[in-house]
């Protein structure tokens, strides 16, 4: 068992091979935070490492003399307004309407295993023995407001997942009006934050800054976990880089308004915090009520960032996501979206799917405008009903002659929204998010149905199974194309608004667990117009996620970069798609764009007929490669070798878990003219085995020391042998790498 608790000292120790996490309870019964890194050696007592001190201004409990100050102590779960000074983990208004909390341990459990989050995504266990949880019961004696802080150490990984669970063992009306998830103090300054940043188009940005005095933080109040910062951030050593290094990183499973903040007090101590942003939210809490919050997930790394991604990767793609598709190679698909947009029929269609069936494609998805009369994007949402005048034998017949084709279907929703234009909204005027009285603020004319009702969740509930049961569908992409505005729920009274984001979130959670209930094998991808949902939430319901509406494979390697800092290459939707390319206009090499998009989960987005023979058969082994290695390059491991953020190159690899195989792929943006001569080292490798390395069709022999320690050429190839288009600007290759 990872979990001790030494009764004399009060103190718990979780630890694994990698990471030790160290409380005490302390002599006002609060939990006090001893250590959080490196594992330890167990000892009965690490009392030494709470440092206290009297300082001026410092307010300390009466019974307890003046070296006992919150201000100066480290906690785990700290409450503002007696003593502590920083923004605080939890806030709870009282009748009274002080929102002062004292929760005093009561008693704890330690037990093999973890336990579900009611409602909520949260990483699991499957067999005994994978992970140990303490659950530490805390009480507010005034109120009667009972805290369970749940820590889970996984026994292989280097992770802790914790959350918090409240429960109203009082006779008051409690309102809970901040909770975060996680809340870890750190005694030095020493760090660089890492986080990532964006927008549409543009998505997870990597931005490193050192920490300062005051609080620095990431957020969204957008309603979804947005294209603007991710729920996620990293504190590194200065000198921690790709390989070497400390590094603390913090994920929050939600897909919510989230705040992930550092703070750092007069003393250098850091605070970091994960939560639901406390910013409009609040929480009535009657008594006998509980109220759970997301789970968050730190991982300790001492190898660097690529050490703390590749612990994400494994805990995202084997305990977080789940089902059928969890472990399985992603079909290779083509997606219409780009190819047509709006406009299409079943014949253009069956066109595509057929040119696209010859070359190896294996799955047709059906983008956006088959319902309603949604020949634009100001009609329709809402009818999820497929419009004949296209479609003259519905979704059904189509998807049936695709299937004859020899090609799974896949289909788009956008379950969240209502157009002003539609059945729906002529209906249920109301279902839609609105403050009585005042203008609505429509996005992309649409505008977001009131998720927080289970009637509204259950109503777009039964239309998509009935769409999802008649037809054969294999494959579901649930897109939400606007942030939040006006967010009121008429089902709610006016003191409960606060609750509306939130019960938004676990009506979206709430529909994804019944239609992946009922249809278990349907692979689900989420996508809110492209990266703006792509958070650990979303990944337990739909395994995969369309990483970015820029599809120009030079754009996508910033955005892939930066997305694997948390995320596994399986749960990145990548696709080849035209050029000019629509976002940008960039021409793009056709090699190019698929040797990014490889490390994905793979597809095209364009009419593969409008191609030459030749670039069909290019696409055409391309498929064939991606057939190939797509359990290495989607289910590997992953190193970043090559960082685009600061140079003109980029550079990763795939590694299969015995290290005899990997694919590395290396892209260079601009050609200079006289270039000077480049190396990029590999990683990952057994430096003893011997490896075949094959470069487009040319092959030679190395040992695994060679290749990480000296390096893979990458100047002959790119610089000097070759001349044309593709040894030019957006220049790549891809090198397969075999033990002999
Ligand atoms: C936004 C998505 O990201 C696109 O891929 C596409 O599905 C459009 N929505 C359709 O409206």
């Known amino acids: 068992m990872p979990v001790f608790w030494h009764e004399n000292t009060k103190q718990f120790h979780l630890l694994n091979p990698h990471l030790s996490y160290i409380i005490q309870v302390l002599e006002n019964g609060h939990l006090g935070q001893l250590y959080v890194g490196k594992r330890l050696n167990d000892r009965e007592d690490f009392g030494q490492l709470q440092e206290r001190a009297s300082r001026s201004f410092s307010a300390y409990p009466e019974n307890l003399d003046p070296y006992f100050s919150l201000e100066q102590l480290r906690q785990e779960y700290p409450c503002y307004g007696s003593g502590d000074m920083r923004y605080p983990a939890v806030e709870v208004e009282g009748e009274n309407g002080s929102t002062l909390t004292d929760f005093v341990y009561l008693s704890h459990k330690i037990f093999d295993g973890k336990p579900c989050l009611e409602g909520l995504p949260a990483t699991y266990t499957e067999q005994q023995g994978e992970a140990t949880t303490l ?323 259950d109503y777009i509930g039964d239309l998509m199974e009935k769409v999802l049961s008649q037809a054969p569908v294999s494959y579901v992409k649930w897109d939400m194309n606007r942030s939040m505005t006006e967010v009121y729920s008429r089902a709610l009274p006016a003191h409960r608004q606060g609750e509306v984001f939130h019960r938004y979130i676990l009506g979206v959670y709430a529909l994804y667990q019944r239609l992946t209930d009922r249809f278990p094998q349907i692979l689900f991808e989420s996508c809110s117009g492209g990266g703006g949902r792509f958070d650990p939430g979303l990944l337990y319901y739909a395994p995969q996620c369309w990483t970015s509406d820029n599809t120009d494979g030079v754009e996508r390697l910033k955005i892939q970069y930066g997305t694997s800092m948390v995320y596994p290459v399986s749960s990145m939707g990548a696709h080849v798609s035209a050029v000019p390319n629509h976002q940008v206009h960039r021409m793009t090499p056709l090699s190019t764009r698929a040797n990014v998009a490889f490390f994905g989960a793979f597809g095209y987005e364009l009419d593969l007929n409008l191609l030459s023979q030749q670039e069909r058969q290019q696409v055409k082994e391309q498929v064939a490669f991606m057939k190939e290695y797509r359990q290495l390059l989607q289910f590997g491991d992953f190193y970043r070798l090559k960082n685009p953020f600061t140079g003109n190159e980029a550079g990763w690899m795939a590694v299969s878990a015995d290290r005899r195989q990997a694919v590395v792929g290396y892209y260079r943006v601009l050609r200079h003219s006289n270039m000077p001569f480049t190396r990029m080292k590999l990683q990952g490798l057994d430096p003893s085995l011997c490896y075949r390395v094959t470069v487009e069709g040319e092959s030679s022999l190395h040992y695994g020391d060679e290749l990480m320690y000296a390096g893979l050429s990458t100047s002959d190839r790119a610089a000097s042998k070759r001349d044309g288009r593709e040894s030019g600007d957006f220049y790549s290759f891809l090198a397969v790498v075999k033990a002999e």
């Open 135 to 457: 659950q530490i019961l805390l009480r507010d004696p005034l109120t009667g407001l009972e805290l369970t802080l749940n820590y889970t150490i996984f026994e292989t990984l280097p992770v802790l997942a914790r959350s918090a669970y409240f429960h109203n063992g009082g006779s008051q009306r409690l309102v809970l009006q901040n909770a975060m998830s996680l809340s870890v103090d750190l005694p030095d300054k020493e760090y660089e934050m890492l986080t990532l940043y964006g927008a549409w188009a543009k998505e997870r940005m990597v931005q490193i800054t050192p920490l300062q005095m005051g609080a620095q933080e990431v957020y969204s109040l957008r309603g979804g976990s947005s294209h603007h910062m991710n729920p996620f951030l990293a504190l590194k050593r200065p000198d921690a880089n790709e390989t070497q290094g400390e590094v603390l990183g913090f994920s929050l499973v939600y897909s919510g308004n989230f705040l992930a903040q550092a703070q750092v007090d007069g003393f250098d101590v850091v605070r970091v915090m994960l939560g639901i942003h406390p910013e409009h939210f609040s929480w009535e809490l009657l008594p006998g009520a509980h109220f759970q919050t997301p789970e968050a997930v730190m991982v300790y790394s001492d190898t660097g960032l690529g050490g703390m991604s590749r612990a994400f990767h494994t805990l995202y793609r084997t305990r977080l996501a789940r089902g059928y598709w969890r472990d399985r190679p992603r079909p290779v698909l083509i997606n219409n979206w780009e190819a047509t947009y709006f406009h299409f029929n079943e014949e253009k269609i069956l066109e595509i799917a057929k040119g696209a069936k010859e070359l190896g494609i294996e799955l047709f998805v059906l983008d956006d405008g088959w319902f309603g009369k949604r020949d634009d994007d100001t009609t329709s949402l809402g009818d999820w009903y497929p419009d004949l005048s296209k479609l003259p034998g519905g979704i059904v017949s189509l998807a049936k002659k695709i299937e004859d084709l020899g090609m799974k279907f896949g289909l788009w929703f956008e379950p969240e929204m209502v157009s002003k234009d539609s059945r729906l909204y002529r209906e249920h005027p109301d279902w839609a998010l609105s403050i009585p009285g005042r203008g609505m603020s429509p996005s992309r004319h649409q505008h977001v149905l009131d998720f927080s009702r289970p009637e509204v969740v």
